[in-house]
Each structure stands twice: as structure tokens, then as C-alpha cells.
């Protein structure tokens, strides 16, 4: 079931994308941060978070 509302979702894409961006263009181990990018960015896409399930959270309007 999806749980992540629109705003959550834009927020979550930008985050990964920068975080992603940082693997590229950060230079020494501060790079490999990058990679958690790749987790905000899937929940922004898929509009799924585990841990917002775990917690009972749910950001996403019924229509």
C-alpha cells in the first residue's frame, strides 16, 4: 500500500537525486554517501516507505 503523500514524494526525488549527485562529483569517501541516495529516491518513485509502514505514518491523502 502506498503511505507517501505528493509533497513527501517531490521532496524525497530531489533528496536522492542530490545525495545521487554526490557519488559523481564528491571526491574522497564522502562520496560513497551518495549511495544512500538511492533509498529516498525509490520510496519518492514508488510512493512505498517501509519504515513510515513500521511507524503507522502515512503522508499520502485518500481520495
Known amino acids: 500500500m502506498k503511505n507517501v ?3 513527501d514524494k517531490l521532496i524525497r526525488i530531489i533528496l536522492g537525486i542530490v545525495l545521487l549527485s554526490m557519488f559523481f562529483f564528491v571526491e574522497g569517501n564522502a562520496k560513497y554517501f551518495g549511495i544512500l541516495g538511492i533509498i529516498p529516491l525509490y520510496t519518492g ?6 519504515l513510515y509502514k513500521l511507524f503507522g505514518i502515512n503522508t499520502k491523502k485518500d481520495n
Not at 45 to 50: I, S
Request: glycine residues 22%; aromatic residues 0%; hydrophobic residues 20%.
Open 5 to 7: 503523500g505528493q509533497t
Open 45 to 50: 518513485l514508488t510512493g512505498k516507505c517501509a
